[in-house]
Structure formats: structure tokens, C-alpha cells
């Protein structure tokens, strides 16, 4: 099983930008589908989490700006970003969490000038 994240690039300020992440294999049982990032020098930091029902939970520091969503056989995890800010900018990685483990991508880099 792989995840692929892509979307990632240069942005100015204020601009938005739409992350993919789409898995190849099979996994069973996806408990929930999850975004993260990590900027240079800093630890990894959840964004936001959509689980099997639909529902969705945000980090404080992208609530508003954010949004995640996936297709319906649970096989891409998007991440509509808006509002950018310099603070955003980072490697943002998908994460696939079943009942007894979870998977991860390679992350895709998030630019964003001021």
C-alpha cells in the first residue's frame, strides 16, 4: 500500500491551494483519513481528521481555512487550503488509520511568500 500526496507548490499570501492524497492497495478497514504537516524545525502538527461516518475535526490553527473531504470508496483524501499564510508554509502528509495501524505519505511541500 502507498499514499501519494500531491498539490503542494508555491503560493503568495492569501492565495489557496487543493492537496491530494490517493492510496494504491487495499486497505481494510479505514477507521479515518487524516492531514498533517511538519515545518522545518518543528514537530509534526495535525490539521484535520474526517472519519467513516463523514465527520470531520479541525485543528484550531487551520479551522476556518481548511477543509477536508474524500471521495467515496475511500480512496483519495483532499485538503482544500485557503487564506494561506507564511505560517502554513511546510510539508503536509496524508495519514490512513485502520484499527491496528496506519499508513502515512511521503508529504508534498507548501510554500507560502509573503
Not at 515545518?39 to 481528521?49: D, H, I, M, Q, S
Not at 477536508?68 to 488509520?97: G, H, W
Not at 495501524?101 to 509573503?114: A, E, F, K, M
Amino acid at each position: 500500500v502507498q499514499l501519494q500526496a500531491s498539490g503542494g507548490g508555491l503560493v503568495q499570501a492569501g492565495g489557496s491551494l487543493r492537496l491530494s492524497c490517493v492510496r494504491s492497495g487495499s486497505i481494510i478497514g479505514i477507521k479515518a483519513m487524516r492531514w498533517y504537516r511538519q515545518a522545518p524545525g518543528k514537530e509534526r502538527e495535525w490539521l484535520a481528521t474526517i472519519i467513516t461516518n463523514g465527520s470531520v475535526l479541525y485543528a484550531d490553527s487551520v479551522k476556518g481555512r481548511f477543509s477536508i473531504s474524500r471521495d467515496r470508496d475511500k480512496k483519495t483524501v483532499y485538503l482544500q487550503m485557503s487564506v494561506l499564510e507564511p505560517e502554513d508554509t511546510a510539508s503536509y502528509y496524508c495519514n490512513f488509520v485502520t484499527a491496528y495501524t496506519d499508513y502515512w505519505g511521503q508529504g508534498t511541500l507548501v510554500t507560502v511568500s509573503s
